[in-house]
C-alpha cells in the first residue's frame, strides 16, 4: 500500500519493542504513524491529525497530561495501547476523553479487526464532521466489545456442550475396559450404540465449529453455481431415514425433483441437513414433517413444517444470538447445541438468501430456506 492511500497517525510513546513493532503494524494496515515521545509533544504539531494511539508511560501522570493536552487540540480519537491491567490503571476522569483500549500484545485477529475499524471510519469520518466521527468510531467501538463478550459466552456453553458427551463416551469405554469380560453381548451392543451416539455428536459440533470459524475468517470455500435444490432435500430425507423410522414420523416431502436454485450447493445443504433434522427432533413420535418449496422473485423458499414441541417467545428472540443457550433436549432426549442453525443462517446471508421461522410454543414450527434461483 502506498503513502498516498496512507492515513496519518501519531504514534506517541517512548522508543521500545512494543511500540517498533506496533509502528509496524499500523504501516501494514494502510496507516502513515507519525513517532512523538510524550516528552516532546508539546514541541510536535499534531493539529492535522485526528487519530492518536498512545503507549503509557510509566507514570500514569504524563499519560494524564498528554490526554488532556491531546483532547484539548480539536475533536479527534484517542486510543491507548496497552495490557488490560495498565488501563485498569488509568485514573477513571482521564478514560473519559480514551475513545477506545486496544489490547496490546493481543492475537492477529483481534488487532486486525480494530485497525480496520478505524481505517474504514476514519475514511467515513473524512466526509463528515469530527464529533460525528468520534461518536461513530464510540459507538461501533461498543458493538464490537458487545460482539466480543457474546462470543466469549458462546464458547463457554460451546465447552460445557463438548464435555457432555465427551464424559459419557469416557464413561461406557472405562466400563466396557474394566469388565468386559462379565459384560453381556446385550449390554456391549447397547453400550456401542451410546458411544456411537457420542461420538456422532462431538463430531458434528467439532464439524460445525470448524465451518463457522473458517466463515467467520474468509477462509471458506464459495462456489456458487446452478444445482438442484430437490436433489439435495431427497438426498438429506435419505440420510435421517433412520430417525424417521425409529420415531414412527410421518414425513411427506412435496419438493420437485428440478428446483434450480444459485448458491454454494454445499453451504444450503448443510442448511437444508440442520433444519430438517432439527425438525425430526423437535417432532414427537407419530408425528408429521412436512417439507416443500415455494418460487417467487428470483428465490426458491424450502420449507419444514413439524408437528413438534414448537418454540417460546423468549427462545425465538435468541434463535439466531450467539451467547445465549437455546437448545434444549428433543421429543427422544436428542441433544444439540443451538450452533447449526447460526451457522445455516450465516451461510445463506452469505449467498443472498435467508434462513427465518415461524413457530408458538406447543404448536409446532415452520422453517424457511430462501435461496436464490439466479433469474
Not at 516528552?39 to 491529525?49: G, H, K
Not at 475499524?117 to 466489545?145: H, S
Not at 440420510?239 to 453451504?267: H, Q, W, Y
Request: aromatic fraction near 10%; proline fraction near 3%.
Amino acid at each position: 500500500m502506498d503513502n498516498i492511500s496512507k492515513i496519518p497517525v501519531a504514534l506517541i510513546g517512548e522508543d521500545n519493542l512494543d511500540m517498533g513493532l506496533f509502528s509496524r503494524t499500523l504501516s501494514a494496515r494502510g496507516f502513515d504513524p507519525r513517532i512523538c515521545s510524550f516528552a516532546d509533544l508539546e514541541a510536535v504539531d499534531l493539529s492535522a491529525l485526528r487519530l492518536f494511539f498512545l503507549f503509557p508511560p510509566g507514570d500514569h501522570q504524563v499519560l494524564s497530561g498528554a490526554i488532556l493536552s491531546l483532547s484539548a487540540i480539536k475533536d479527534n480519537a484517542l486510543i491507548v495501547v496497552s495490557t488490560l491491567q495498565v488501563f485498569k490503571e488509568i485514573d477513571p476522569s482521564v478514560k473519559d476523553m480514551i475513545c477506545d483500549h486496544l489490547l496490546y500484545p493481543s492475537e492477529n485477529a483481534a488487532i486486525e479487526r480494530k485497525l480496520k475499524l478505524y481505517r474504514n471510519l476514519f475514511i467515513a469520518g473524512g466526509k463528515t464532521d469530527p464529533g460525528a466521527f468520534v461518536n461513530d468510531l464510540q459507538n461501533r467501538i461498543l458493538d464490537l466489545e458487545e460482539q466480543n463478550v457474546a462470543k466469549d459466552k458462546f464458547f463457554a456453553i460451546i465447552a460445557h456442550d463438548l464435555k457432555n458427551p465427551f464424559t459419557g463416551f469416557l464413561g461406557f469405554s472405562e466400563y466396557i475396559a474394566k469388565y468386559y469380560d462379565e459384560i453381556s453381548k446385550e449390554d456391549l451392543g447397547d453400550f456401542s450404540v451410546r458411544m456411537y451416539e457420542s461420538a456422532q455428536l462431538v463430531y458434528n459440533l467439532i464439524e460445525n465449529l470448524l465451518a463457522w470459524s473458517r466463515l467467520r475468517t474468509g477462509n471458506i470455500d464459495f462456489d456458487p453455481m446452478p444445482f438442484d435444490l430437490g436433489e439435495i432435500v431427497e438426498r438429506v430425507v435419505k440420510l435421517c431415514e433412520t430417525t424417521i423410522t425409529k420415531k414412527g414420523i410421518n414425513l411427506v416431502n412435496s419438493t420437485p425433483r428440478k428446483v434450480t436454485a444459485f448458491a454454494d450447493a454445499n453451504m444450503v445443504d448443510t442448511a437444508v441437513r440442520n433444519v430438517v433434522t432439527n425438525a425430526l427432533k423437535f417432532t414427537p413420535k407419530g408425528g408429521v414433517v412436512h417439507i416443500g418449496v415455494t418460487a417467487a422473485d428470483g428465490f426458491a423458499t424450502l420449507f419444514v413444517a413439524d408437528s413438534g414441541m414448537g418454540i417460546s417467545e423468549d427462545r425465538q428472540k435468541k434463535m439466531f444470538r450467539l451467547g445465549y443457550r437455546v437448545s434444549r433436549e428433543g421429543t427422544d432426549g436428542e441433544s444439540g447445541t443451538g450452533l447449526g442453525l447460526i451457522l445455516s443462517r450465516e451461510f445463506m446471508l452469505k449467498n443472498g438468501g435467508d434462513l427465518y421461522f415461524e413457530s408458538k410454543e406447543g404448536n409446532g414450527s415452520k422453517f424457511f430456506i430462501k435461496v436464490p434461483t439466479g433469474e
